[in-house]
């Protein structure tokens, strides 16, 4: 159960981001949508390494499984783009 949470709210994270990152100017405020990618980078940043590790290998699953081409890059790159990789 609890991996299937992880699992669930990883990819949730990911796609909110994600359609931030993408969105219209006129759809999401872009000073919004910022200070919530700073608030998550950083929350994440301060997860353990064992956590952070399991959040990365999430979401390399969920980018081997992608078939939108820049939705796939956007995951690949997701953990090096928030400062996971440190």
């Not at 299937?4 to 919004?32: G, K, P, R, W």
């Not at 200070?35 to 301060?46: D, P, R």
């Not at 952070?52 to 999430?58: G, T, V």
Request: hydrophobic share 40%.
């Amino acid at each position: 159960m609890k991996n299937h949470l992880v699992e669930t709210l990883t990819a949730c994270i990911a796609e909110l981001l994600f359609q931030m990152e993408y969105a219209d100017e006129q759809a999401i405020n872009s000073d919004f949508s910022l200070k919530l990618m700073e608030f998550i980078g950083a929350e994440l940043q301060g997860l353990d390494e064992q956590s952070i590790s399991e959040f990365i290998a999430i979401l390399t699953r969920i980018a081997s499984k992608e078939g939108n081409g820049t939705r796939k890059k956007y995951l690949e790159d997701f953990a090096e783009n928030f400062g996971l990789n440190d």
